[in-house]
């Protein structure tokens, strides 16, 4: 009688056919809370977004003794920030800890949440010039023609520099006058402990005092963000220091609202947008900021992006006396530089440095595991024992440290780790995450063992720079690389257990599991880094349902570092609907991608839908921006450019508006006729020429050019809107 009576809500139904959104099943939840009900018990969701977790996990923080339970929820997906805000004691097992083999993958229970799909590979003969480099050096020039053909800069070599974040914001913060300072890096960098900081110091220097908003606050499921800002910072107040926290957690209407209430009260704030990670969109919002009149200088509206950097956490080591700093030196730097800024924290130090202390195998993998449970076993362990293998010896150098692994580790990740180890000193390099999204932007169809034998000669290339220690005591040739088996998925691939694979001509990839239906889902999946299986979204949803919503679509694509397997598979005539919507700037940016993906050309052949002949005259009459004829030429191609034209002097005839100034636009156009009329003369096929000048192009014909007497020559019949000398 006296048991715990939880309150038992089933979101299946909701979940599958998306009848409430975050909002809806917040306050679903905590109204079920009541003087005597403590417990509320979740059922349904399979996974739940990272507002939704947020939200949960503050409301039960600020009410001690109310309990959220969710049964069979993955939360492997979400951000490594909120999944530390829960009490992970029951969850389930994480399904990627049982993915050993390929065969793994075809188990029913990993198929429903962890689909995969095989794709087939780009360039598999420079693929196995590649696989077959014998030393460092023939890597290196490997990879460099692989992901770069015909490149002459050494792009490997090329690395970020990471400055101590704190005083580059100072510099801007310093100052009287107004300023918006976007910060951005992984969590538990230090960003939260150092606005605090900076807000004594605004008090001190400049007389500021402190308004605080929290991007992931709940009150903003009810209450309108203006509100909440118009507290904070009252209309008849003095001037304020602003402190918005968790910005990365605001919806794209909230940070909207957000920039339109700076444009008006932003002369009288210093304010810091605290990220920990940023949007396609935010750039574009502080742009506003610079055309609005909202007296903050153009000069005085800047982006921060950072990582953890070792002298914060040199800091954070000697407030926590920690005892093993050497240890927690080198897994703070290689655990960032093989899984990227999400796999370390200093809230973590005092556990991981008891940890290291102790020697405690299982608790390493435990603490790595927990941050990044997307990790395979087998890579787990496999990091562990190459730290432990440079914990071995008690030299603290370099050299010594990468040869205890090289002798200790011969694998994959423990080679990844010894790469790691040689920027210990500088900490310079991309991490292997942002490497392949920044660096490699563009090569989704390429083996993960192949990025990963990329990045390590990258890491090679910035440590030749700065210091040779460790590099002759690294493991002569990357051949292990390619020894195994990986499947590709959102930041660090998945490490099997298999051999090498049969053949290079194809790969495997962790599909996205989530609704088609939602181009907020997809985009959403997208950012994160999800692979999505485009074939079976054409298939299951895009082939016989339209994409209607243009600026999600855009934005879709935007998110996307290979926009044309997208646009392959929506279908051609949804496509061409979309681009011959309104003259915004959103059809400019579709027809920009249309064009930069190269779909194939379709009116040369019997398709009554032509994508990319329609989006070239779309970009040329969309785009605001000043046009040159070398820029088109060189963007569009020439033969696409004069077949996209013949075909548009007919089919778009009715489609003349511009975004441009109408007179220039027109002139570009008739210079574009001109240039490519005098090409087709210069190859010898005149016979052409005439058919470019038809439709809504013929009295654009000059009288005055010899290419008139070549149309007039070669047509095969007059047209009555060429000039009666012509005619």
């Known amino acids: 009688k006296r048991g715990v009576k939880p309150k038992i809500l089933d979101f299946g139904y909701d979940s599958l056919v998306r009848t409430k959104d975050d909002t809806s ?67 389930p097992p994480v399904l990627s800890r049982r993915i050993l083999t390929l065969k793994d993958l075809n188990n029913p229970q990993i198929v429903a949440t962890r689909p995969f799909h095989e794709y087939v590979v780009d360039k598999p003969d420079e693929l ?84 605080f908003v929290d991007g992931s606050d709940d009150e903003l499921v009810d209450t309108a963000l203006s509100e909440v800002l118009s507290r904070e910072v009252p209309p008849s107040s003095k001037d304020r220091f602003l402190i918005v926290d968790e910005f990365h957690m605001l919806a794209p209407s909230h940070k909207n609202a957000l920039f339109t209430w700076l444009a008006e009260h932003g002369r009288r704030l210093h304010v810091l947008l605290i990220a920990n990670r940023t949007d396609s969109s935010d750039d574009d919002l502080l742009s506003r900021l610079h055309t609005v009149g909202c007296g903050i200088p153009k000069d ?95 030299k603290q150098s370099v050299t010594e440290t990468v040869k205890q692994v090289a002798m200790g580790s011969v694998t994959p990740v423990g080679l990844m780790l010894q790469c790691a180890l040689l920027t210990l000193e500088h900490d310079v390099g991309h991490d292997f995450p942002d490497f392949v999204s920044t660096r490699l932007s563009g090569a989704s169809d390429i083996p993960p063992a192949f990025k990963i034998a990329s990045w390590c000669a990258h890491m090679r290339c910035v440590a030749l720079k700065h210091e040779k220690d460790g590099l002759d005591a690294m493991s002569p040739t990357p051949a292990v690389l390619f020894g195994c088996t990986f499947v590709d998925q959102v930041g660090f691939p998945l490490l099997l257990g298999d051999g090498a694979p049969p053949t290079l001509s194809r790969g495997y990839s962790l599909s996205w599991a989530g609704a088609y239906d939602s181009l907020h889902d997809l985009t959403d999946a997208v950012k994160r880094g999800h692979s999505v299986n485009w074939n079976d979204v054409h298939e299951q949803h895009w082939a016989d349902n339209d994409v209607s919503d243009l600026h999600g679509f855009v934005k879709l694509l935007s998110a996307c570092r290979s926009p044309g397997k997208v646009l392959r598979a929506i279908r051609p005539d949804n496509l061409v609907g979309l681009l011959k919507s309104a003259m915004v700037a959103d059809t400019e940016r579709l027809a920009y991608f249309v064009v930069q993906a190269k779909l194939p050309l379709q009116s040369t052949g019997s398709s009554p839908h032509c994508p990319f002949e329609t989006a070239v005259w779309v970009w040329l009459m969309a785009t605001e921006s000043e046009l040159t004829t070398d820029a088109v030429l060189a963007f569009v191609g020439r033969e696409e450019l004069f077949e996209s034209l013949v075909w548009s ?79």
């Open 300 to 394: 005085r509206v800047a982006s921060v992006r950072t990582r953890l950097v070792p002298k914060i956490v040199k800091e954070v080591q000697d407030a926590t006396k920690a005892v093993n700093k050497w240890g927690l030196k080198v897994w703070y730097h290689c655990a960032r530089a093989l899984f990227g800024g999400e796999a370390v924290s200093l809230r973590s130090m005092r556990a991981l440095d008891e940890a290291i202390g102790t020697r405690q195998r299982d608790r390493l993998s435990d603490l790595l595991s927990s941050k990044m449970p997307r990790l395979s076993s087998l890579t787990v362990d496999q990091f562990v024992r190459a730290f432990l293998d440079a914990m071995s010896t008690s």
């Open 128 to 211: 196995l010039q590649v696989a077959q480099a014998g030393n460092w050096k023939d890597l290196k020039s490997s990879c460099e023609k692989l992901f770069r053909p015909g490149d002459d800069v050494a792009w490997l070599d090329h690395a970020p520099v990471f400055r101590d974040f704190r005083d580059e914001v100072k510099e801007v913060l310093d100052a009287p006058q107004p300023c918006v300072v976007l910060l951005v890096s992984p969590p538990g960098a230090g960003k939260s402990r150092f606005a605090d900081d900076v807000a004594l110091t605004m008090r001190e220097s400049l007389g500021l005092q402190k308004a």
């Open 649 to 727: 002097s007919v089919s778009l005839s009715g489609r003349r508006a511009t975004r441009a100034e109408p007179h220039a636009r027109a002139t570009l156009v008739r210079n574009l006729l001109l240039v490519l009329s005098r090409m087709k003369d210069e190859e010898g096929k005149l016979v052409h020429v005439p058919k470019l000048w038809r439709g809504m192009f013929a009295s654009q014909l000059p009288t005055d050019d010899p290419i008139a007497a070549t149309v007039a020559i070669f047509a095969d019949d007059e047209n009555p809107k060429w000039p009666r000398i012509v005619r």
């Open 25 to 91: 099943m917040y306050l679903s939840i905590i109204r079920e809370f009541t003087t005597y009900r403590w417990l509320v018990y979740v059922k349904g969701l399979q996974v739940i977004s990272d507002k939704l977790l947020k939200w949960l996990a503050e409301y039960t923080r600020f009410h001690p003794w109310r309990f959220v339970y969710l049964e069979g929820t993955d939360l492997s997906w979400n951000f490594s920030e909120n999944r530390d805000r829960c009490v992970m004691d029951r969850a």
